[in-house]
DNA sequence: CATGAATGAGTGTTCATTCAT
DNA sequence: TATGAATGAACACTCATTCAT
């Protein structure tokens, strides 16, 4: 009778490990041993349940997607049009410990993504469909007559996530002038301007 | 009779042979001996003229930003309020393969910010300059009639340099959905909006 | 109730499995993980049945010697002096892809053997063996007046065996210039000299 | 005024060290650190002088070809024909201790070049050397009359290599029945054959 | 000043071996 | 007896840094 471990939990240990140290040390500290000794283990362990670093690293980006999509997934059950919408940018702002630490993970590995075409098609999947999502959104808005018809949504889209982005980006390296308070309010007063009257 | 050399000019050299490697093939491949090389020098120089690496990137990032800033003041000569402005942030965007490059050099700043106190200072404090320049722009245009008065000229600008730096992300990112054109027409439309009859 | 194990049958199909991998893959490839699977049992159950990864290999060049010992037999059966000779020394070099394969876990095992005393111990002994039936091939065939009397059997003992190796050796790196049929009419000239008239 | 060495000087130091630990622990214990001791210097400096331990290794089996070259030069200067292939022939086998070195490390390269392309060229064209230079006597030596012209040359140039590098791997693998003076004489009878009379 | 040789810690990865289950 | 998880040393290789010349 072996000892015998779930696979997908133990690797979820080991993904976990390697997101606090990119976390708290960035990227570059995230290396194999620091992982293996953060997840508590040798650093041979690594070698059961991953092929490779980057296929920890890419675990690590898509388990942190994961987790989002499923809070999200929470937070827009019985929402929809501008109000889920709404509510799907916020989540994607920097506004708790939780979510800056998310973006701090992303931000990571952005840059790298530069340079590793592994990575950048894994960034490129998962934001596609963070797009179509609130493409979708836009779309019933403005089906159910709640915002304006006169933008391309397809730039409304862009616009909207590329505001996200920068202002989370601009939450965690210059938190005195993106205060929590001013992202929220940005956010609002950029939905509001979609409405008819606006 | 000691040679007589001059110390800036020669960090200068280094500091631009590392700037050159780090647009052209990414931070992770500037090391000491590629800057030496690229700088013409052997790898046992930069040790006169450099505490350590990370004075060097340190440098280089400084660099960039000042580079940044010359091109903007030949651009912006003549012009003010919106126009200036307009050029401004235009110039932020990776609309050619030479601020492509610049975007992606910042973004590797941006994620070795999170975990580097000396990096973020200095991110810091050049953020800052931009962002007073780009709010005393709004001012002006605001004195003189370009731009309605109703917004608040901090959020403004804080939304203004957020899209820009969200797009310019997903401009080296997801070049297919944030293409140039897009970029420059969002800006416009996004710079439009603040006229008073909007 | 302890299950009742055939000690010697387990060890003998994870030595098949060893000489398996080194016949196809190389010395090198015969990692003990490697050979467990090909032998179909978890990597751990090696340790009930060898002391450590040396005894293995061991075991698989025994194993691959008395494997040619029994193919060897039975192309010896029913031929004597010269005939089975010739035999013998044509099923020593490396004609087909079987044998070049078994040429090469020797060549493998030789220069092993130079820094292993127990490895050239093996060697050692399985050589005398075949050394000891070739020599007695020549007694019988000089006896019966097949071969002339004139050399020293030893002699010719050490210089058939020899030319073998080395023509093996040639076939394996060289093989365009000892080809197949070079190889065989070489061999066959040689055991002519041998005849009375020659 | 730096301290300048000379690279090929060192590289040679490293290349010995390399023979060394092959000829004395065999191929596997030649690892870079191990080397690298053996050279007297700390493990980096190999980067200096090798592009990585293929360069290393491959530089280690050409050196010894050199220096056998060398020897063979000085020994082989004023001979010409049977004499000279008789003195190339003794050269290349194991008779006295640095010459079983030689042959230790032959053995070394030959099992790896199996599994190594860029090893087995090397192994090839030192080879076909050789071959073209036994060859070219033998051809000399059949137009002087030296020898008797029914062989084919190139049958006879293939079976005196096999038989010396079988000689000589049955002198390093068993030294007893493959003595120094048994294997003078079989080659010496070898030669023999080939003339007029015989 | 400048060189470049030299260091040694650190990287990702592999692997024989141990051992609780 | 058999499993496979876990270990930790070893591997080749990279790199920032030091320092004698």
Sequence with gaps: MPKNVNHDERREEVVDAARRIILRDGLEAATTRAIAREAGYSNGVLAHYFAD????LLS???????RIVHRLRR???GRTGLAALRELLLDNLPLDEERAAETGLEMGFWSRSLSSPALLAVQ???AAELRHLVR?????AASSG???TGDDLDDVTERLLALVDGLSVHRLLYPDR???DRLERLLDAELNRL???A
Tied chains: 1, 2, 3, 4.
């Design 60 to 66: 690590a980006l898509r388990s942190s997607h994961r």
């Design 146 to 148: 709640e915002i304006a």
């Design 136 to 140: 979708s959104l836009l779309g019933a």
């Design 195 to 197: 409405r008819p009257g």
């Design 124 to 126: 490129r999947q998962e």
């Design 178 to 180: 993106a205060g929590a």
């Design 53 to 56: 670093k980057d296929d920890i």
């Design 75 to 77: 937070k827009l059950a």
